[in-house]
């Protein structure tokens, strides 16, 4: 669990500072809004799995998560890799737009958990991965 909450927090910070993320949720990042419980009752690190949301349109979540290379897309999160799901289109996929909107799935929402593969090549896949998004696209309305 070492391993994959210090790879989750440099992961959450590289994409807390990507100007193609909207917003990310982990309780280990100062400023989120469970970080002091996290450290009162998590003192030894928090989890592996970040949500996050891609901005843009849903079609650049997908996008982003079809050009991961080492992560992989899956419809279950916490495993010894890194996966990816992208909520609206597999787990909840059941829902309504607004259903989603209600329940805080953003279009482009993902949960990525991070795996205890080397945090720097993890990164570098976010890297280029993120290298292929069309900011311009048009935006997913509800």
């Given at each position: 669990?070492?391993?994959?909450?210090?790879?989750?927090?440099k992961?959450?910070?590289?994409?807390?500072?990507?100007?193609?993320?909207?917003?990310v949720?982990?309780?280990g990042?100062?400023?989120?809004?469970?970080?002091?419980?996290?450290?009162?009752?998590?003192?030894l690190?928090?989890?592996?799995?970040?949500?996050?949301?891609?901005?843009?349109?849903?079609?650049?979540?997908?996008?982003?998560?079809d050009?991961?290379?080492?992560?992989?897309?899956?419809?279950?999160?916490?495993?010894?890799?890194t996966?990816?799901?992208?909520?609206?289109?597999?787990?909840?996929r059941?829902?309504?737009?607004?259903?989603?909107t209600?329940?805080?799935?953003?279009?482009?929402?993902i949960r990525?958990?991070?795996?205890?593969?080397?945090?720097?090549?993890?990164?570098?896949?976010?890297?280029?991965?993120?290298?292929?998004l069309?900011?311009?696209?048009?935006?997913?309305?509800v």
């Amino acid at each position: 669990m070492d391993r994959h909450c210090s790879n989750a927090l440099k992961v959450a910070e590289y994409f807390k500072k990507s100007e193609k993320v909207e917003f990310v949720n982990y309780p280990g990042l100062e400023g989120d809004k469970y970080h002091e419980l996290a450290n009162k009752y998590l003192p030894l690190g928090t989890c592996g799995v970040i949500s996050l949301s891609i901005e843009g349109s849903r079609e650049n979540a997908i996008k982003f998560m079809d050009s991961l290379k080492l992560a992989s897309n899956e419809v279950h999160v916490a495993d010894i890799r890194t996966c990816v799901l992208h909520p609206a289109s597999s787990t909840h996929r059941q829902l309504t737009d607004e259903q989603l909107t209600a329940a805080g799935i953003t279009p482009g929402l993902i949960r990525f958990s991070v795996g205890l593969e080397n945090v720097d090549d993890i990164i570098e896949d976010i890297e280029q991965a993120l290298a292929h998004l069309n900011l311009d696209a048009k935006p997913y309305t509800v």
